[in-house]
T-cell receptor, first 116, second 116 residues
Framework: AQKVTQAQTEISVVEKEDVTLDCVYE???????LFWYKQPPSGELVFLIR??????QNEISGRYSWNFQKSTSSFNFTITASQVVDSAVYFC?????????????FGTGTRLLVSP | EPEVTQTPSHQVTQMGQEVILRCVPI?????FYWYRQILGQKVEFLVS????????KSEIFDDQFSVERPDGSNFTLKIRSTKLEDSAMYFC??????????????FGPGTRLTVT
């Protein structure tokens, strides 16, 4: 069964702090994709990153970085030097080969509050 | 940059009424989806649609729900007889295809459905 767990429901930081959002997933598939989406207060879902199960290289994009570790079934997201505009709910999601990658299974989200 | 659009942004309806939520996916995308998010909860998969037919649906997507691609651009979700528990944000998403860089789904801004 596929499942995504985001144990942190809400994190509050002060601007310029680094913050890591945790994501743990469960799947029986060996081929799958992991995603992070951002949901700002305006409500839309914004795609941030996709990772496939065969690529464990960490990725950095500006202030964002992602750490994928198959050994611990985790796909964590770090924001360096956080800014107020980073305040949003962040969702981790999983898509499996067994479903033809036809659906995303989301975690419950982590609300990040960045205060000035 | 092409984007998924949804109308209306907010729909208020009375219990038992039929509603149709509309989406225009990104024009060269082949796969279409509906998700819903009850306020404060996670995003849940409803249905996927490809080649003019449903490819997968969740247990939420019962006989009260239907989807249609009536022309080359629109993708609709119909709820036949709305219930109070159908109140949620409904997101449409589209995906380009199954090529290597085509696994991410792009989401529309959502339609907030309020059933009174």
């Amino acid at each position: 069964a596929q499942k995504v767990t985001q144990a942190q429901t809400e994190i509050s930081v002060v601007e310029k702090e680094d913050v890591t959002l945790d994501c743990v997933y469960e799947t029986r598939d060996t081929t799958y994709y992991l995603f992070w989406y951002k949901q700002p207060p305006s409500g839309e879902l914004v795609f941030l990153i996709r990772r496939n199960s065969f690529d464990e290289q960490n990725e950095i994009s500006g202030r964002y970085s992602w750490n994928f570790q198959k050994s611990t079934s985790s796909f964590n997201f770090t924001i360096t030097a956080s800014q107020v505009v980073d305040s949003a709910v962040y969702f981790c999601a999983l898509s499996e080969w067994a479903t033809g990658f036809q659906k995303l299974v989301f975690g419950t989200g982590t609300r990040l509050l960045v205060s000035p | 940059e092409p984007e998924v659009t949804q109308t209306p942004s907010h729909q208020v309806t009375q219990m038992g009424q039929e509603v149709i939520l509309r989406c225009v996916p990104i024009s060269n995308h082949l796969y279409f989806y509906w998700y819903r998010q009850i306020l404060g909860q996670k995003v849940e998969f409803l249905v996927s649609f490809y080649n003019n037919e449903i490819s997968e649906k969740s247990e939420i997507f019962d006989d009260q729900f239907s989807v249609e691609r009536p022309d080359g651009s629109n993708f609709t979700l119909k709820i036949r007889s709305t219930k109070l528990e159908d109140s949620a944000m409904y997101f449409c998403a589209s995906k380009k295809g199954t090529g290597v860089s085509s696994y991410e789904q792009y989401f529309g801004p959502g339609t907030r459905l309020t059933v009174t």
